[in-house]
């Protein structure tokens, strides 16, 4: 129930395609599902978040699809760029106690070719 | 900015040897992570804090204790360091209550092998 479904693993894209990873949960208690990317050598950094209330977020070339009936999200890189080159994390979020605990899904490693 | 650091990025220990991962971060964060990463695995919670002195198990807390003697470092200790414990060890912190407490910020990691 605290898991977090990531797929796919890899990705290669061509430069200028759009980049799609999906993301599932279970548990209706996440209430913010932000998405991190981590360059080599790198911690993780926030990418876009979204809030379950919203179905779409957009922020430049990345957009957060949100679909709650179905309890699932994608991200999706338009015009990818080989400085996209990354591994990315969905993840899902509550609060518990007096911490918002993370659950991460396990990464997907996206090449775009130039 | 927020500035997460981490004291080594490299580190290599013998089987058995006390280890001691130390993290540092400058906004003045309520909350402090450890994560370990692995590959096909993700991120997955060590132990966490949401103040000086308190701290509380993540997902996989065997064979790691914490130390948050100050708000702004959190030490991560390996007490007999094992082999299965090689990975990337990555510290991250938030800022506490309200609506953008939910960010993390991580620091660059400590690539940690034991042999």
């Known amino acids: 129930q605290q898991q977090v479904k990531q797929s796919p693993q890899s990705l290669i894209v061509q430069k200028g395609g759009i980049s799609i990873i999906n993301c599932a949960y279970e548990n209706t208690a996440f209430d913010y599902f932000p998405w991190y990317q981590q360059f080599p050598g790198k911690g993780p950094a926030l990418l876009i978040a979204?809030?379950?209330?919203?179905s779409e977020k957009k922020e430049g070339r990345f957009t957060i699809s949100f679909n709650k009936s179905a309890k699932q999200f994608s991200l999706h890189i338009m015009d990818s760029q080989p400085g996209d080159s990354a591994t990315y994390f969905c993840a899902a979020s509550m609060e518990q106690g007096r911490v918002d605990k993370i659950i991460f899904g396990k990464g997907t490693r996206l090449h775009i070719l130039p | 900015d927020v500035k997460v650091t981490q004291s080594s990025r490299y580190l290599v220990k013998r089987t058995g040897e006390k280890v001691f991962l130390e993290c540092v971060q400058d906004m003045d964060h309520e909350n402090m992570f450890w994560y370990r990463q692995d590959p096909g695995l993700g991120l997955r919670l060590i132990y966490f804090s949401y103040d000086v002195k308190m701290k509380e198990k993540g997902d996989i807390p065997e064979g790691y204790s914490v130390s948050r003697e100050k708000k702004e470092r959190f030490s991560l200790i390996l007490e007999s360091a094992s082999t299965n414990q090689t990975s990337m060890y990555l510290c991250a912190s938030s800022l506490g209550t309200g609506e953008i407490s939910y960010e993390q910020y991580f620091g660059p990691g400590t690539r940690l092998t034991v042999t």
């Open positions: 979204i809030r379950p209330d919203v």
